[in-house]
């Protein structure tokens, strides 16, 4: 008995370790009377000066749904405890609201872990006589509200979500159809997120991929020519719109880990080579503050959300089980957090659907892989004796990346192939 009581000990300090606020960083907002978490969805609200102002731009996502594993929106940076203010996805509660929080522990061990109350200082007419109260921000199972009572909805468990606690805590990317691979084997999906984040060595995500080019076949086909940028390892900078290859059909098994800062970029939208991305699209929250009928929902559009046009092309899977980049239907609004393909300056008439085209660096000779036979094709190239050989091969043989073909890519090249280069 005496080591079982050891041990459910250690167990208990180490969940405890795990839901505390360690200092500036990446959090999930938990709400211990809903089972909720906070995910900001945008700028568009009815405001109030008063904290009910978070209730329409702030969504209360279930625990049972998982939904906030794969929402960027719900990694909250917490910078401090004392006036303080949530950030995510190019956005912070107080230039929401206007409102700052004060963050301190409870007093109250919720499911076996420490918890927090949020509070702001609001004036109060009682009787006739102004007071300045503590309002706490609770979540009674209706959207983020406010109120004077620090009951169980009032009372948060603040998550770390970074290297530390991955394996419990993490954020994930869900592919964008979880039926359909590529030729080799595995799913895509994109994301732009307003944080940096490591792609962990070994893990379900295979890489990051930009698109510099679309090319078009001889059939008349047009393909959108991918590149990795980042592979396991590497950081992927914040704001950067990227295509995602992972190995796993759920987020569970995708896994990356948010690092360094928020970069707060407002800025949309956001551009990387061919790709456009930013953070809010149209959403369902609670209509109003002060409405009785708390069932009551309505949609938003954020001020950053982009429609939806012919020159923007999602990511998505066509009926023959392509994948590609297709058009939504007109009067819809580009997804959040994810990355599209701009066609807007395309010159190509007539253009709606962009197939995916993985380009591997230095495969001159289209053979699928990079050897010395290429260097001996590139060679060939460049000194007239070989065409290119169709879709994508300027961006194979451009091994340097500074847009164009000359020798130094041949140089480039075998540095690649002897280990001596970053390419």
């Known amino acids: ?41 945008g700028t568009s609200f009815i405001w109030s000066p008063d904290p009910d102002a978070f209730w329409t731009c702030i969504k209360m996502m279930p625990a049972a749904d998982q939904a906030h594993v794969s929402d960027a929106g719900s990694l909250i940076y917490i910078p401090g405890l004392v006036q303080t203010s949530l950030y995510a996805q190019g956005v912070d509660t107080y230039s929401l609201t206007e409102l700052y929080m004060d963050v301190d522990t409870a007093k109250v061990i919720e499911g076996g872990l420490p918890t927090y109350v949020a509070t702001t200082q609001v004036w109060v007419t009682l009787n006739g006589t102004e007071r300045l109260m503590t309002c706490y921000f609770r979540d009674q199972g209706s959207g983020l509200t406010a109120g004077f009572s620090d009951k169980k909805e009032a009372r948060w468990w603040i998550e770390p979500v970074n290297e530390e606690s991955i394996e419990t805590s993490y954020f994930g ?20 997120c307003d944080f940096p984040f490591l792609i962990p060595a070994e893990g379900g995500v295979e890489g990051a991929y930009a698109v510099h080019q679309v090319q078009q076949d001889v059939d008349g086909s047009c393909y959108a020519s991918v590149i990795k940028v980042y592979g396991q390892g590497e950081v992927v900078p914040a704001a950067t719109p990227v295509l995602l290859k992972c190995a796993a059909p759920t987020a ?16 949309f939208p956001l551009v990387n080579g061919m790709l456009r991305g930013n ?11 002060n409405v009785l009928e708390t069932d009551l929902m309505c949609e938003y559009v954020p001020e950053q959300a982009t429609p939806a046009t ?19 239907t007109d009067g819809e609004y580009m997804d959040a957090n994810t990355a599209w393909l701009s066609i807007e ?26 050897t010395i036979k290429d260097v001996t094709y590139l060679i060939d190239y460049l000194l007239g004796s070989n065409d290119t050989r169709g879709i994508g ?21 075998i540095d690649m192939l002897l280990g001596s280069s970053a390419q």
């Open 1 to 41: 008995m005496k080591k079982f009581y050891v041990v459910f000990c250690l167990l208990v300090v180490a969940m405890m370790a795990n839901a505390e606020y360690a200092g500036p960083g990446f959090y999930r907002v938990h709400n211990a009377g809903s089972d909720s978490y906070i995910s900001i969805k």
């Open 173 to 192: 990317v869900q592919p964008v159809n979880e039926n359909v691979k590529d030729a080799d084997g595995m799913y895509w999906t994109s994301l732009c």
């Open 252 to 267: 569970a098994g995708n896994k990356l880990i948010p690092t360094g800062e928020i970069a707060n970029n407002r800025s």
């Open 279 to 289: 953070y809010f699209s149209s959403y369902i929250n609670h209509m109003s503050i």
């Open 310 to 328: 012919a020159e923007n092309l999602e990511l998505g899977v066509d009926a023959e089980g392509r994948l590609g980049f297709y058009p939504k």
């Open 345 to 370: 300056n395309l010159d190509k008439e007539g253009v709606t659907s962009v197939y995916l085209y993985e380009i591997v660096l230095g495969d001159t000779n289209g053979d699928g892989v990079t």
């Open 393 to 413: 091969n300027t961006l194979c043989a451009d091994v340097d990346g500074n847009g164009k073909i000359t020798i130094k890519d041949v140089t480039a090249l």
